[in-house]
């Protein structure tokens, strides 16, 4: 299996990178060599970032969190929403939005606005509204949704990111590595490996390696699920312990009769007074 994916890589053209005058320097252990001025990718480095990716995105999904796809370069779009919808995951490939993870409050209330704008369409007031307004309105449920289409199911926040090019999505990264989110990256040569957890070595450029690799990852997340769902039916539900009461000896039970006055212990020296003391001398009247 590695061998044919190692194949569909190579003829996808994964192995090649940038030019050798805009390589960056700590991607060096991930340079198999070098083609006249274009740098070459070991397509093993690929191959071993990519089963780490997997299994981190398997573990991920299988917790219980989500995987957000983040491509907004034109060689990506089209393989993140496909990718993403795929595997029924959230995705960006349009634009990434300054604080869509900091500040994830305000992008849940702008998903609210984007799901009033809809509605309003759906029930024709916009129709009704007048030509300025309605133009506005149009204008704003185009923009919103655009930038929010793909993330607008996500309650909450991931727990994985995967990237396309670290250069581009600056943000994206920069966000959760704040938030101590996970990050896989599908990087060149000229970006920086230290800006990811996870680093696939590959062409970003090559548009066809750029769907043989998310459609991995796809995989992974498919088979995660499956596991969560094979665990929620394994584990039983647990059952809730009841306290035991205290049951009290009742007035017409044997052991409230046995509790009578005659059979309580006395107090002797209550009864018959204090005692003499015995150690005393004796006083003879005669002295």
Request: aromatic share 4%; with cysteine; proline share 5%.
């Amino acid at each position: 299996m590695a061998k044919e994916l190692a194949k569909e890589l190579i003829s996808a053209g994964v192995h090649f990178g940038h030019s050798a005058n805009r390589w960056n320097p700590k991607m060096g252990p991930y340079i198999f060599g070098k083609r006249g001025q274009i740098h070459i990718i070991d397509v093993r480095k690929t191959l071993a970032g990519l089963v780490i990716a997997k299994k981190l995105i398997n573990d991920v999904v299988a917790s219980g969190k989500d995987v957000v796809f983040v491509g907004t370069k034109r060689q990506a779009q089209k393989a993140v929403e496909e990718a993403a919808t795929k595997c029924g995951m959230h995705y960006v490939s349009d634009r990434w939005l300054g604080g869509t993870l900091t500040n994830f409050r305000t992008i849940r209330s702008r998903v609210q606005r984007l799901d009033e704008l809809e509605q309003m369409q759906t029930e024709g007031t916009l129709e009704s509204q007048s030509k300025k307004q309605a133009s506005r309105l149009k204008r704003e449920l185009r923009k919103i949704k655009g930038n929010m289409e793909g993330i607008r199911k996500m309650g909450r926040l991931p727990g994985a990111v995967v990237v396309i090019d670290c250069k581009k999505e600056y943000l994206a990264l920069r966000e959760a590595r704040k938030l101590g989110i996970t990050t896989v990256g599908i990087i060149d040569t000229d970006c920086d490996p230290d800006t990811v957890d996870i680093v696939i070595p590959a062409n970003d450029d090559s548009i066809r390696a750029i769907g043989l690799i998310l459609n991995e990852l796809a995989e992974a997340v498919a088979a995660g699920k499956t596991m969560v769902t094979a665990q929620k039916e394994v584990t039983p539900r647990p059952r809730r312990a009841r306290p035991r009461r205290t049951v009290l000896a009742r007035a017409n039970t044997p052991e409230a009769d046995q509790m009578t006055p005659e059979s309580t212990p006395v107090n002797q020296t209550t009864e018959q007074g204090p005692q003499p003391n015995t150690n005393q001398p004796e006083i003879n009247p005669q002295q």
